[in-house]
């Protein structure tokens, strides 16, 4: 299911989920920049990143 991970159970909470685990991998390094992913700058990563994380404490979704 598409939103299965904004749930509770998965995002986690105070980033200690998915979304916090992802952000730690964020760097000029990291293979999905490398690949492309957010233009390939890592800039445009955390601010996709904030925007997600701000949309969705707007939008929480219970498990």
Not at 4 to 24: I, R
């Amino acid at each position: 299911m598409g939103g299965e991970f904004l749930l509770h159970s998965t995002w986690g909470w105070d980033d200690t989920g998915l979304a916090g685990s992802v952000a730690t991998e964020f760097s000029d390094t990291w293979p999905l920049l490398q690949a492309g992913a957010f233009g390939g700058t890592l800039e445009h990563a955390q601010r996709v990143h904030a925007a997600l994380v701000a949309w969705r404490n707007a939008n929480v979704r219970h498990p």
